[in-house]
């Protein structure tokens, strides 16, 4: 937003969406840990999470949409931002938006791995219908935004 330009100002715009649909299933997410197994600490729930692998699909799509992965609903507003800054020459931006984009990944990688890669070492129990209404929702809307960013991007365009 800072570096304002039309495009600029709307990759942020696009980015406080995505980012704000994805983070708050992850809350959701957290939540779900909290309520039906007690915890929200990272290392409790990658011994969890091959009893979740539902979930775990949904913290990936989160987390690699946060991240700017292609084809997810954060990439294109991620990408419009990194065009601009680079073409102004905010390097730094860039750097910033780069880095925040690995710590994310480096985040949400240990809970993928464990929920993927070991055998199940808790029992699986049941998601309650609301939480799961809930979640799903937020990954329906994450997938939308994927396919018709351009769209909203065509909407809020500003004729030069």
Same mark, same amino acid.
């Given at each position: 937003i800072l570096i304002a330009t039309p495009t600029s100002i709307l990759g942020a715009m696009l980015h406080i969406v995505t980012h704000s649909v994805a983070k708050i299933c992850l809350?959701?997410?957290? =939540?779900?840990?909290?309520?039906i197994y007690g915890t929200t600490d990272v290392a409790e729930i990658r011994k969890i999470a091959p009893s979740t692998k539902l979930i775990v699909l949904a913290i990936g799509v989160c987390g690699m949409s946060i991240a700017g992965f292609p084809l997810l609903a954060g990439y294109l507003s991620k990408d419009?931002?990194?065009?601009?800054?680079?073409?102004? =020459?905010?390097? %730094? %931006?860039?750097l910033f938006l780069i880095v925040g984009s690995i710590i994310n990944i480096f985040y949400i990688f240990p809970v993928l791995k464990a929920g993927f890669g070991r055998t199940r070492t808790v029992e699986s129990r049941p998601i309650p219908l609301s939480m799961a209404f809930a979640i799903v929702t937020c990954i329906i809307a994450l997938i939308s935004l994927s396919f018709y960013t351009y769209n909203i991007i065509r909407i809020f365009e500003v004729d030069s």
């Open positions: 809350f959701f997410i957290a =939540g779900f840990y909290n309520c419009l931002m990194l065009l601009e800054e680079l073409h102004s =020459g905010n390097y %730094a %931006a860039v």
